[in-house]
């Protein structure tokens, strides 16, 4: 399991969604190390590798959607079904990993990228219109959605440094089975699912409480 690409977003233009000018999704690799953080509060577009920043301050940022990846193994994937080539960051991801399901990952499960950083799963990426107009496929939200490989936000548990090419390491993973995966087919259209999210402690207060409003 290592990391393919680090990736930092090149500020753009953003005609896909209301009331927001810009957008960070275009991501492209660095061949340098990059400094990894933890962001804060969501609201200020900060994000957890230096370099790098959301635009849409309310729906993207902060502590619990710090650091976004997605596997090189899903990209080849979609390659074959969009029919291009889909080179590692076009889903907007910080991490382009190989060697690891990151959809099968365990909410809560902690990687260690390099000798430095602990990173731990999150949640998983909903998709959004920016993503939709970036992709420019009709239909691609539903597609993505159907799919269920939304790929993990990550929280900084330790800060430091990480390059391409550096091994991961699952260091921990909690005594559930609340996957990414399983969290995201509860959130997109699977409703009876909620009520098993209540198990991963380590999810953002606002997805727990969504699925304790299922069960009560």
Excluded at 21 to 32: H, Q
Excluded at 46 to 64: I, M, N, P, T
Excluded at 127 to 149: D, E, I, K
Aim: hydrophobic share 40%; net charge neutral; aromatic share 6%.
């Amino acid at each position: 399991m290592r990391l393919l690409s680090v990736n930092i977003g090149v500020e753009r233009s953003n005609p896909w969604k209301k009331n927001v000018t810009g957008t960070g999704i275009d991501k492209r690799p660095v061949e340098a190390a990059v400094q990894v953080r933890a962001p804060g509060a969501k609201g200020t577009g900060a994000v957890g590798l230096v370099g790098d920043r959301v635009h849409d301050v309310q729906h993207h940022g902060g502590e619990d959607q710090a650091v976004y990846a997605y596997a090189r193994e899903d990209l080849d994937d979609w390659e074959a079904i969009v029919g291009r080539r889909l080179p590692n960051g076009v889903f907007g991801e910080n991490l382009t990993t190989t060697g690891l399901d990151v959809n099968e990952a365990l909410i809560g499960e902690c990687w260690r990228i390099g000798p430095d950083v602990l990173l731990e799963v999150c949640c998983p990426r909903i998709p959004c219109a920016t993503f939709q107009g970036w992709m420019g496929r009709p239909g691609w939200l539903r597609q993505f959605t159907v799919a269920g490989l939304p790929g993990p936000y990550l929280r900084v548990v330790e800060p430091g440094e990480i390059r391409a090419g550096d091994p991961i390491v699952v260091e921990s993973r909690p005594h559930h089975r609340v996957t990414v995966s399983l969290t995201f087919r509860a959130m997109t259209g699977q409703p009876h699912l909620l009520a098993r999210l209540l198990e991963a402690d380590a999810l953002p207060e606002e997805i727990r409480e969504i699925a304790r409003r299922r069960v009560g």
